[in-house]
């Protein structure tokens, strides 16, 4: 019996993978490792977005003609289908374009608030971690420039873990929201958000988990989780391009004030003035990307017929494989923790003597997709001690196999540049 455990039938998967199937550099096969930054896609996502173009195509919450009311069911089936997934309600689910846009519309919010019950102003605090991917990092210095209020955050420790022993300290009773990654893109780790979350609801502040790098991976309940806010993207998710996912609790949406504005969200407009949709309509404006939605849907039934708790544990048994693996490599060093405790599927590394892009290209002429450079967490890397990396990152139709062929082209780079 292999010592990595088997949780889901990789083989039948990978079938449902055509990007799978292909070859690419010198006739090798394709060894996806850089799902962290966009997964690849079924064909029964792809089914679904080209079967509503076929069929349902109409623009979502307008024509009163069939293929309108249509396009309405399928974006509000998506709606009530990733809400379930969250343990959320249909309301709670606001559909943005990315992860990214999701935490901008909150960050938005604390700064454009005309009531008042969520401004931000000098004095207070915004607190974040050095472990963020840009996306939670650049919109809170933004709000924080903004608004005079003050950004802190809390430190990664050497092995890359948040740096919890001053929390109490650090959430103070001028902390408005707590920004925090329920999962690193560059070293996996999992930080302890249901505890944070506790601390900062003590002090009054408000929560929000950067999940996108989570949703994907693990089971996610908002609910278990007690935070307010929650963003990720489709496209990591098996799911398409084009749209993300901001859950907010139900009272705070209803309170907040509208990010983007225009059509779609308004309820009545004269030239004087408008006033605005309840939520979830309130936060999308324009015609919504139903074939989008359509596609998140067959994502999020996939993921569920997998079973999202098979779907970490095999990620578990291939991060176990690649630490294994990877730590018999002479000079490499693996950032981040050294066991799959609380930690994802995501494993980056520096080898000693070969800059990361030289890495990267030494495994992609293998065949072998991984990334390389600051992964859009520049501080986590300076708190780490290096400019940049090289990652791998695994998904549901990854095989031992590939975390073997990995470790081999590290090798292979490492003779190429005569280093280790
Ligand atoms: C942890 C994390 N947060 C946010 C994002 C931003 O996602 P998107 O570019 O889809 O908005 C990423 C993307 O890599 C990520 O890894």
Excluded at 258 to 270: A, C, D, K, Q
Excluded at 291 to 311: H, I, K, Q
């Amino acid at each position: 019996m292999s010592a990595y455990p088997e949780h889901l039938d990789v083989a039948a998967i990978r079938a449902d993978f055509p990007a799978l199937a292909r070859t690419v550099r010198n006739d090798n096969p394709l060894v996806y490792l850089d799902s962290g930054a966009t997964s690849q896609k079924p064909v029964q996502v792809l089914d679904a977005e080209r079967e509503f173009y076929e069929r349902h195509n109409g623009a979502a919450h307008r024509g009163t003609h069939l293929l309108g009311e249509e396009a309405t069911d399928v974006y509000e089936g998506a709606r009530a289908k990733v809400a379930a997934f969250l343990g959320a309600g249909p309301g709670e689910v606001v559909f943005t374009k990315n992860a990214t846009e999701a935490i901008n519309l909150v960050a938005y919010a604390l700064s454009n608030d005309r009531s008042g019950s969520f401004r931000v102003g000098p004095g207070d605090e915004i607190l974040i971690t050095e472990m963020e991917h840009h996306a939670n990092l650049v919109p809170w210095q933004q709000l924080c420039e903004r608004t005079g209020a003050t950004l802190r955050w809390l430190d990664v420790t050497p092995e890359g873990r948040l740096d919890l022993d001053h929390l109490d300290s650090m959430i103070t009773g001028r902390t408005r929201i707590v920004a925090v990654t329920h999962q690193s893109n560059v070293t996996g780790t999992i930080p302890p958000v249901a505890e944070i979350a506790r601390a900062a609801h003590e002090k009054g502040a408000l929560v929000l988990a950067d999940a996108a790098q989570s949703v994907p991976h693990q089971p996610v309940d908002v609910a278990a989780l007690g935070v307010d806010f929650l963003a990720f993207s489709a496209h990591k998710m098996l799911g398409p391009y084009g749209i993300g996912v901001l859950f907010g609790r139900a009272s705070l949406l209803e309170a907040m004030p509208p990010f983007l504005t225009g059509g779609s969200m308004i309820e009545v407009v004269r030239m004087e003035g408008s006033t605005f949709l309840p939520p979830p309509q309130r936060f999308e404006p324009g015609v919504p990307a139903v074939a989008e939605a359509a596609g998140l849907a067959a994502a999020v039934d996939y993921l569920s017929r997998l079973g999202m708790g098979n779907v970490a544990a095999h990620e578990e048994s291939l991060t176990a494989h690649a630490l294994d693996a990877l730590r018999e490599i002479d000079g490499l060093r693996i950032l981040g923790p050294d066991t799959t405790k609380d930690r994802g599927g995501a494993v980056a590394f520096e080898v000693e003597g070969v800059h990361p892009h030289d890495v990267g290209q030494v495994l992609d002429e293998l065949g072998i997709a991984v990334r390389t450079g600051h992964h859009c967490a520049w501080p986590l890397h300076r708190a780490l001690g290096v400019q940049a990396s090289t990652r791998a990152t695994f998904y549901v139709y990854n095989t031992h196999g590939e975390v073997d062929a990995l470790a081999d082209g590290i090798r292979y780079a490492q003779r190429f540049f005569k280093a280790g």
